[in-house]
T-cell receptor, first 113, second 111 residues
């Protein structure tokens, strides 16, 4: 089954404790991205990657890091989480970006206290 | 001005009615337009995409695009309670691979 998986689905952590949210897709898609979703603000892009070893900032990259060492994986790293990073996070992938449909993962609800 | 704007709602319609959802965008060079549906606590799922001016129909859904007015809409005919969700408008701008989302319109269809 074609899908995007994220782990963990739910995470409660404390300020400053480094964490990683994994994202993996099995569709051989080149383009992957991370979004955060907050009430009233919609989905905002954090980072995207057009291919292996190619990443770029989206609209809200501050406080986040990503890496793309393999085509299928695109982890999101919070080196020192803060309460304002409490949000719902989605990973997405598309075949080539641009006009292609985005496939979203199930989401990760992160709470930073 | 937000790049993609939607009325946040909530929009409430009776079962069987037509629901009309609207979206405006600021980047005149935008090329591709998408409507996603998102149930509470779930991930967005694509309903329709449209690239050319005019109407595009798929079952009970019709997307309408007017690039001159920078306006895209989604009509849902014969609305069902299962259509109750938040509808997200998304636009790919002149800078390729840069998808921008509106904040979404919450639709409630009452039986």
């Amino acid at each position: 089954e074609a899908q995007v998986t994220q782990n963990p689905r739910y995470l409660i952590t404390v300020t400053g404790k480094k964490l990683t949210v994994t994202c993996s897709q099995n569709m051989n898609h080149e383009y992957m991205s991370w979004y955060r979703q907050d009430p009233g603000l919609g989905l905002r892009q954090i980072y995207y990657s057009m291919n292996v070893e190619v990443t770029d900032k989206g609209d809200v990259p501050e406080g986040y890091k990503v890496s793309r060492k393999e085509k299928r994986n695109f982890p999101l790293i919070l080196e020192s989480p803060s309460p304002n990073q409490t949000s719902l996070y989605f990973c997405a992938s598309t075949r080539t970006g641009g006009i292609d449909e985005q496939y979203f993962g199930p989401g990760t609800r992160l709470t930073v206290t | 001005q937000k790049e993609v704007e939607q009325n946040s709602g909530p929009l409430s319609v009776p079962e069987g009615a037509i629901a009309s959802l609207n979206c405006t965008y600021s980047d005149r060079g935008s090329q591709s337009f998408f409507w996603y549906r998102q149930y509470s606590g779930k991930s967005p799922e694509l309903i329709m995409f449209i690239y050319s001016n005019g109407d595009k129909e798929d079952g009970r859904f019709t997307a309408q695009l007017n690039k001159a007015s920078q306006y895209v809409s989604l009509l849902i005919r014969d609305s069902q309670p299962s259509d109750s969700a938040t509808y997200l408008c998304a636009v790919i701008g002149a800078r390729n691979n840069d998808m921008r989302f509106g904040a979404g319109t919450r639709l409630t269809v009452k039986p």
